[in-house]
């Protein structure tokens, strides 16, 4: 939230709802290139997709208070990512894709973007 003379601003639009409905557009992508089989090249468009997750997400990693936990994202997206490009054979690729996307789902749900969970004991009829 900005402040301006004291006063609370709020955007007309909810970003952060936005930003999830991109980022589920994006898994839906994935799903797509992965299932289709007339779709070539999937580990590279697998891998452009996720590049295009983790830009949603690493500015909100970037906003996290913990510096130690903004690093780790930062440098393991970027590991994974050089292993990626590096990796020539495609089982081994797509398999680092993989780890690399459920490494990005992590990052959503510890960043707020995730899905919310219940404990049972709530109803749940707002």
């Known amino acids: 939230m900005d402040y301006k003379d004291g006063k609370e601003e709020k955007s007309k639009y909810n970003e952060a709802s936005l930003q999830i409905l ?14 289709n089989p007339e779709i070539y090249n999937k580990t590279k468009r697998y891998h452009y997709l996720l ?37 020539h054979n495609e089982s081994k690729k797509y398999l680092l894709l993989d780890e690399r996307h459920i490494f990005l789902k992590s990052v959503q749900e510890k960043v707020g973007k995730g899905g919310v969970y219940s404990d049972g004991r709530e109803d749940n009829f707002d």
């Open 22 to 35: 991109r980022i589920h557009d994006l898994d839906l992508k994935i799903e797509n290139v992965l299932h």
């Open 51 to 87: 590049d295009s997750i983790w830009r949603e997400l690493s500015a909100d990693v970037g906003k996290r208070p913990d510096k130690k936990y903004k690093r780790y994202c930062i440098l393991k997206n970027s590991l994974l990512r050089a292993k990626c490009l590096r990796e």
